[in-house]
T-cell receptor, first 111, second 113 residues
Framework: QKEVEQDPGPLSVPEGAIVSLNCTYS??????FMWYRQYSRKGPELLMY????GNKEDGRFTAQVDKSSKYISLFIRDSQPSDSATYLC???????????FGKGTKLSVKP | NAGVTQTPKFQVLKTGQSMTLQCAQD?????MYWYRQDPGMGLRLIYY???????DKGEVPNGYNVSRLNKREFSLRLESAAPSQTSVYFC????????????FGSGTRLTVV
């Protein structure tokens, strides 16, 4: 079992839809959870950052962490064509110290 | 506010040639990383440097060497390029290893023919 699992998609939604992106993980030692957004032919950029369980909201974006289920989510409200990108989840590597990334979900928001 | 700067942006090499990818950050970060990104494989860590003067292997170090030249600069060298090293290479930096997230450069697209 991979340490971090993420459905690669692609996911296609109409403009204005609510988008739900998810990752599961296997290591209960993970404490820090992140979401990165990567536009085509660009480097990943940090979108959301959460420590331990709970929710965090930033504008149209909400990150959710459920440590009991080892499941994290990113919700995008009122999705826009400019949200079309690949979204990668990441979490601290516990004793390894480095971030471990999911493989990314490609999202397309159609006007 | 440059962040993480990578050079070159594109490169084509012949099998067996060598080259060095350069990376510099201006955020006074302690840790720096080299990743490669391939379709269906995600981001894979090649080498990292937790602090100036230290380097460690990541998930896929074979065929690569690194140098942490100073706190700002971290270079990746391919001694004898192989077609399997065709990839997009990203440099990243962070204040500390893991925890607070990384800042990435814009990438180097390398093709080995």
């Amino acid at each position: 079992q991979k340490e971090v699992e993420q459905d690669p998609g692609p996911l296609s939604v109409p403009e204005g839809a609510i988008v739900s992106l998810n990752c599961t993980y296997s290591n209960s030692a993970f404490q820090y959870f992140m979401w990165y957004r990567q536009y085509s032919r660009k480097g990943p950029e940090l979108l959301m950052y959460t420590y331990s369980s709970g929710n965090k909201e930033d504008g149209r974006f909400t990150a959710q962490v459920d440590k009991s289920s080892k499941y994290i989510s990113l919700f995008i409200r009122d999705s826009q064509p400019s949200d079309s990108a690949t979204y990668l989840c990441a979490m601290d590597g516990g004793s390894q110290g480095n971030l471990i990334f999911g493989k990314g979900t490609k999202l397309s928001v159609k006007p | 506010n440059a962040g993480v700067t990578q050079t070159p942006k594109f490169q084509v090499l012949k099998t067996g040639q060598s080259m060095t990818l350069q990376c510099a950050q201006d955020m006074n970060h302690n840790s720096m990383y080299w990743y490669r990104q391939d379709p269906g494989m995600g981001l894979r860590l090649i080498y990292y440097s937790a602090s100036e003067g230290t380097t460690d292997k990541g998930e896929v170090p074979n065929g690569y060497n690194v140098s942490r030249l100073n706190k700002r600069e971290f270079s990746l060298r391919l001694e004898s390029a192989a077609p399997s090293q065709t990839s997009v290479y990203f440099c990243a930096s962070s204040e500390v290893t893991g925890a607070y997230g990384y800042t990435f450069g814009s990438g180097t697209r390398l093709t080995v023919v």
